[in-house]
């Protein structure tokens, strides 16, 4: 057995909490399972895919990532409410889901979800995380070689690989 590092066309499972540099935890994987990811295929944040490469299983280490390798600059723009209707049932919706709408002349335009109150989903056109330095704690728990599938669908498929999609 060769010891394994994070590089191109592997798939890494990762655990991360994720503050804005006040130490208090916004998000983490820690109570979930870890998460799962397609190195080299922008799956993740560019900053954060940069500073986990070259690392090996088990290493923990903590990742400043600012906001332009991030979710990058905010656009200012105050999050607007629309209707839960407007969005497929059975789709659990969170802060931090990008999905494509129409703009006012017809042009493809990618709004965020920032927050969402019962009936009433707010989104606006930049990463409800724009414009924050990230600071990720890591562990790194799994890496292994990727599938033709998977590199060509430019995403894992699973823990394990057999979760086609
Ligand atoms: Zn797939």
Do not use: C
């Amino acid at each position: 057995m060769t010891s394994q590092t994070v590089s191109d066309n592997h798939v890494i499972q990762i655990h991360y909490s994720l503050h804005l540099g006040d130490s208090e935890v916004i998000d983490s994987s820690r109570e979930r399972e870890p998460l799962v990811y397609l190195h080299g295929a922008s799956n993740i944040v560019p900053g954060l895919e940069r500073q986990i490469t070259d690392k090996a299983v088990g290493e923990k280490f903590s990742a400043v990532v600012p906001a332009a390798e991030g979710y990058g600059e905010t656009d200012g723009a105050t999050p607007q409410p629309v209707d839960r209707n407007n969005f497929p049932e059975g789709v659990e919706l969170d802060a931090g889901m990008a999905f494509q709408a129409e703009g006012p002349d017809g042009e493809d335009l990618t709004l965020w979800i920032h927050e969402v109150q019962d009936d009433q989903v707010f989104v606006a056109t930049h990463h409800p995380l724009a414009g924050k330095d990230l600071h990720f704690d890591i562990e790194v728990v799994g890496i292994r070689a990727a599938t033709e599938d998977e590199v060509a669908h430019g995403h894992p498929h699973g823990p394990d690989g057999d979760q086609v999609h």
